[in-house]
Each structure stands twice: as C-alpha cells, then as structure tokens.
C-alpha cells in the first residue's frame, strides 16, 4: 500500500520555467508534509515543509500547496535553474507519533534546461 | 563538518557475507533513524533509536538485519548472509525532536551486492 503517490515521475523544465510536483495521500492523521531535494551521491535534504492548518507557504523560489480535502500538495518552482536539477521527494508523517518516520513517495527527476 | 556521517561511502560485497554500516550523527541530536532507499524509490524506513534504545523496526528490517546504537552516540547497522536484494542506499537520518526538528540526511552507504 503507497501512502503517499508523488507525478510525475520525471519532468522537463526550461530554465525560467514553473515546475510543478503533485502528491497525493492517504491517511488524513498525516500533520507533517516536507518536500526533500536529492542530488545523486547525496541524501536528501529538507527543502520546504507545511502543516495542513495553512494551504500554502512560501520559501524564496519553492512553493507548497495544500489542499487538505483534496488529500493533494503540491511543490512549484519558479524560474527554474539548472541548478535545480535534481530529484525531489514529498513525504508525510505523524508528529505526535513516536519515532516520526517519514514516509516518502516515488520522487520526481527534475531536469532544467538551459 | 557537523553533518551526518556515514561510512562506508560505498560497499561491495559478495552473495552471503556479512556487512556492518556506520552512523555518526549530528552530536546534539538524540534521534537516529536508519532509511534504505533503492534506485528509482524514494527511501523507506527501517528502524529507530530514541538514545540508545531501538523504538521502532519497520517490516522490511527482516531477521538478517540488526541495529545498533549502544551509547546513544553512533549507530550501526549490519546485514548478514547478503542477498542481492539487499542492494540499496543505506540513509542515516538524526534529529533532535523529531521529524519537524532539524532531520538530517547523511549521504548515505552504497550497498551493491555480487
């Protein structure tokens, strides 16, 4: 059972461009849904997060949308840069379970061209 | 370098050997999570420590693999009798209180399995 369902699987941005990474979930007891950005050889790193009491929370160029009856979120990125080329994840977890592990969707291979 | 640590960077080993992995966590952080995470995936859980006590075993942390963390400082992770399977990225995250605190992603281990 995937908890959490992340399109596309990849995407083809020019540079300047809007990306835009949906997610989907399944439990509504998630509280917690961070956007993880890989470069290859590295681990993940926390981009953007949000909590479902707001729909949407902006950082610089990353954006996250929620709609909580919708079970969706979304990250936008504007003006793309090749330097944004990675591969980014959604996840979502309980915070006020023990442990928090996060739960990950599939990920989306961003490529910006220039 | 005050990240997460982890060793060894990549790791080949043969059908059927035992391997051991190292976490070195951010130092303040009393929480250690182990992630594996297989190509084209994004990473899934695999168990927990709160200091030195294990909380939480995922399902896939099958009898072959055990985990270790005996002074609340670094973990270790060890697989024995290797199957090809196994094969994966071996992520190491720490926090200080939970998901939503400073969770940290080292670069992981690389295991590839002959």
């Known amino acids: 059972q995937q908890q959490v369902k992340q399109s596309p699987q990849s995407l083809i941005v020019q540079k300047g461009g809007i990306s835009i990474i949906n997610c989907a979930y399944e439990?509504?007891?998630?509280?917690?849904f961070p956007w993880y950005q890989q470069f290859p050889g590295k681990g993940p790193a926390l981009l953007i997060a949000?909590?479902?009491?707001?729909s949407e929370k902006k950082e610089g160029r990353f954006t996250i949308s929620f709609n909580k009856s919708a079970k969706q979120f979304s990250l936008h990125i504007m003006d793309s840069q090749p330097g944004d080329s990675a591969t980014y994840f959604c996840a979502a977890t309980r915070l006020n379970q023990a442990g928090t592990a996060l739960i990950f969707g599939k990920g989306t291979t961003l490529s910006v061209s220039s | 370098d005050t990240g997460v640590s982890q060793n060894p960077r990549h790791k080949i080993t043969k059908r059927g050997q035992n391997v051991t992995f190292r976490c070195d966590p951010i130092s303040e952080h009393n929480r250690l999570y182990w992630y594996r995470q297989t190509l084209g995936q994004g990473p899934e859980f695999l168990t927990y420590?709160?200091?030195?006590?294990?909380?939480?075993k995922s399902r896939l942390l099958s009898d072959r693999f055990s985990a270790e963390r005996p002074k609340g400082s670094f973990s270790t992770l060890e697989i024995q009798r290797t199957e090809q399977g196994d094969s994966a990225m071996y992520l190491c995250?720490?926090?200080?209180?939970?998901?939503?605190?400073?969770?940290?992603f080292g670069s992981g281990t690389r295991l590839t399995v002959v």
């Open positions: 420590f709160q200091n030195e006590a294990q909380l939480e």
């Open positions: 949000i909590r479902p009491d707001v």
């Open positions: 439990n509504t007891a998630f509280d917690y």
């Open positions: 995250a720490s926090s200080s209180q939970g998901v939503s605190y400073g969770y940290t």
